[in-house]
């Protein structure tokens, strides 16, 4: 179980199973709203609120140092198991939007334990070599972990709270592997990093993660602003999908995606980050820009249209955490990864909010094209970056 493979594996596998929380209410928002009176308005808050747990949970995580001050795997463990309960908490006793808007803020929060978290875990078992790949591995597990509950609420015919009782019992699933099976590995520091809740912000001081980060910013505008609303996007095109039209989503975004992630992630080790990001970035920014379009097209090439966005939107995601990680103290990767990711998670919130009332104000057929502003940003600043030669490939007996 200490080799970097079967590790790389299991961090992976307990990301698919532990970030099956993520998305679990947004997947069955149209019988939320009929069960329990919901405005389409007030809806939005249903994932919101996950953003803004995430963010907070981040940022605690950063000023305290957590990631790299707390056993990985016991922090990863803890944080998926208290999402599961949250989850299958608001399964339970939610009567209204109140209640499901505080839990849903608390399965955020510990969220923001595991995913960061499991980044750190990948980074500690990849070399310089193979890093890009292995955090296209773990970015490919989130797409498969947060589409997850499309697929479970697209294959059966499960009432709301069914769908989040059993995505409740796969995130603790997750959590069991994470205690029982996931341990770190040897490439990063394993010395306990000394308390300092003030690196996160000199990072932003420095000229290359700022440039890193700020392509991760525009990724981010765009990528979980996609996720909430595509569902919603291709209900309401003309193609007709038979009533299967979350089996689609599920197919394009969780499964094309992961293969994207996979593919970014060979391409960042082969043709260097800069060139696989830019790349990942101008497709998914010509999709933003094309989806007017798309919207009045027939089944078949919506799907392949949405199987290129989903596959590009994420596809360089694992590209800035891999930069990231390769350009901030060692000591500290896993407060940058974590303040990386919370300020990211805050635009979320506004990019999530803005497609809804751009379709109110136009019609859906417009609505995504306000995210093509994240992938123009994206592009300027990972323009800049300047580009560092491939590592040569070392020998390391055990960890390749």
């Known amino acids: 179980m200490r080799t970097a493979g079967v590790?790389?594996?299991?961090?992976?596998?307990?990301?698919?199973?532990?970030?099956?929380?993520?998305?679990?209410?947004?997947?069955?928002?149209p019988s939320v709203q009929q069960d329990l009176g919901i405005s389409s308005s007030s809806a939005v808050w249903l994932t919101a609120s996950v953003q803004l747990g995430f963010v907070a949970g981040a940022v605690t995580s950063a000023a305290l140092n957590l990631a790299d001050r707390v056993p990985v795997h016991l922090l990863l463990g803890t944080s998926a198991a208290l999402a599961a309960v949250v989850t299958s908490l608001l399964a339970l006793v939610a009567t209204g939007l109140p209640e499901m808007v505080g839990l849903r803020f608390l399965t955020g929060l510990f969220l923001a334990g595991v995913y960061p978290t499991g980044m750190?875990?990948?980074?500690?078992?990849?070399?310089?070599?193979?890093?890009?790949?292995?955090?296209?591995?773990?970015?490919?597990?989130?797409?498969?972990?947060?589409?997850?509950?499309?697929?479970?609420?697209?294959?059966?015919?499960?009432?709301?709270?069914?769908?989040?009782?059993?995505?409740?019992?796969?995130?603790?699933?997750?959590?069991?592997?994470?205690?029982?099976?996931?341990?770190?590995?040897?490439?990063?520091?394993?010395?306990?990093?000394?308390?300092?809740?003030?690196?996160?912000?000199?990072?932003?001081?420095?000229?290359?993660?700022l440039l890193i980060n700020l392509g991760y910013f525009g990724h981010m505008w765009e990528l979980y602003a996609l996720w909430t609303w595509i569902p919603v996007f291709v209900l309401h095109a003309s193609a007709d999908f038979g009533g299967y039209s979350q089996v689609m989503v599920f197919a394009t975004m969780g499964v094309v995606g992961f293969a994207g992630c996979l593919l970014g992630g060979w391409a960042a080790d082969r043709f260097g980050r800069r060139r696989a990001a830019v790349t990942a970035l101008t497709v998914s920014g010509a999709c933003c820009l094309l989806s007017p379009l798309a919207f009045d097209a027939a089944a078949p090439l919506l799907a392949v249209f949405c199987a290129v966005w989903g596959a590009?939107?994420?596809?360089?995601?694992?590209?800035?955490?891999?930069?990231?990680?390769?350009?901030?103290?060692?000591?500290?990767?896993?407060?940058?990864?974590?303040?990386?990711?919370?300020?990211?998670?805050a635009l979320t919130v506004a990019?999530?909010?803005?497609?809804?009332?751009?379709?109110?104000?136009?019609?859906?057929?417009?609505?995504?094209?306000?995210?093509?502003a994240g992938p123009i940003l994206g592009v300027l600043a990972m323009g800049r970056l300047e580009a560092r030669g491939t590592p040569q490939r070392t020998t390391t007996s055990g960890t390749a």
């Open 7 to 29: 590790q790389r594996a299991l961090i992976a596998t307990v990301q698919v199973l532990a970030l099956a929380v993520w998305f679990s209410v947004s997947a069955v928002v």
């Open 120 to 209: 750190k875990l990948m980074a500690s078992w990849a070399s310089a070599t193979r890093r890009g790949l292995s955090m296209g591995l773990l970015i490919g597990a989130l797409t498969l972990g947060s589409a997850l509950p499309n697929l479970v609420g697209g294959l059966a015919a499960l009432e709301w709270r069914s769908v989040l009782h059993v995505t409740a019992v796969v995130g603790g699933l997750g959590s069991l592997l994470a205690f029982a099976l996931v341990r770190p590995g040897p490439h990063l520091s394993r010395s306990k990093s000394p308390l300092d809740p003030g690196y996160a912000l000199r990072m932003f001081t420095q000229r290359r993660p």
């Open 312 to 345: 590009s939107v994420i596809a360089d995601s694992g590209v800035f955490s891999t930069a990231l990680s390769e350009s901030v103290d060692p000591q500290h990767v896993g407060t940058a990864l974590t303040a990386q990711t919370a300020v990211g998670f």
């Open 351 to 372: 990019s999530i909010q803005i497609v809804p009332l751009l379709a109110e104000a136009t019609q859906w057929r417009y609505a995504l094209l306000v995210l093509a």
